[in-house]
């Protein structure tokens, strides 16, 4: 079944240590995607992807890093200069297309104490 | 500024009843209105786009309407069931991979 896999489901961390949350898409799609959820609040952009080796800061860039070195993949790393980290994150893909639906992962939750 | 607004916040309606939830957005330009359905816990999924041209679409029990004169959208749920307690989330495109511009969703519950 062609899908995206975010791993790990739960992670937690104690303040000061960098985190890197995985993404992996088998949908054959161009452009990938990171978004943060908080309670309240509607999905906010940190970084998209619409080629290998190429990215964008999103709305909330700030203390987040991003690669694409292949095609399946997009991780992002939450780095210790994110001021609050803990939240609820999604990745998604779509075709490049600008009326192609996204099709998000389950979502990584990051516990940072 | 690119605003999403979705009412009500939450609803509660009992299972078999249909009910209708309200996206108004000030998103221009404007290039497609989308809804999602999100379980708790999982990521969206994607019920419908509509375009400029597109005033009504439906997916199964769901059916979308847009208004593009009114800046208005609504999501219609016919014979509710269980399995469609989730939260309902409007997303308006302005065009971009950076231009979307989501609401804060409504939390729908089915009551048995």
């Known amino acids: 079944d062609g899908g995206i896999t975010q791993s790990p489901k739960y992670l937690f961390r104690k303040e000061g240590q960098n985190v890197t949350l995985s993404c992996e898409q088998n949908?054959?799609?161009?452009?990938m995607y990171w978004y943060r959820q908080d309670p309240g609040q509607g999905l906010r952009l940190i970084y998209y992807?619409?080629?290998?080796?190429?990215?964008q800061k999103g709305d909330i860039a700030e203390g987040y890093s991003v690669s694409r070195e292949k095609k399946e993949s997009f991780p992002l790393t939450v780095t210790s200069a994110q001021k609050n980290p803990t939240a609820f994150y999604l990745c998604?893909?779509?075709?490049?297309?600008?009326?192609?639906?996204?099709?998000f992962g389950n979502g990584t939750r990051l516990t940072v104490t | 500024k690119n605003q999403v607004e979705q009412s009500p916040q939450s609803l509660i309606i009992l299972e078999g009843k249909n009910c209708t939830l309200q996206?108004?957005?000030?998103?221009?330009?404007?290039?497609?209105l989308r809804w999602y359905k999100q379980d708790t816990g999982r990521g969206p999924v994607s019920l419908t786009i509509?375009?400029?041209?597109?005033n009504t679409k439906s997916n199964g029990r769901y059916t979308a309407t847009l208004d593009a004169d009114t800046k208005q959208s609504s999501l219609h749920i016919t014979a509710s069931q269980l399995s469609d307690s989730a939260s309902y989330i409007c997303?308006?495109?302005?065009?971009?991979?950076?231009?979307?511009?989501f609401g804060k969703g409504t939390h729908l519950i089915i009551q048995p």
């Open positions: 998604a893909s779509s075709l490049r297309d600008v009326n192609s639906p996204l099709h």
């Open positions: 949908l054959n799609h161009d452009a």
């Open positions: 992807s619409q080629i290998v080796n190429d990215f």
């Open positions: 996206c108004n957005y000030t998103v221009s330009p404007f290039s497609n």
């Open positions: 509509m375009t400029f041209s597109e």
């Open positions: 997303v308006v495109s302005g065009g971009g991979a950076d231009g979307l511009t």
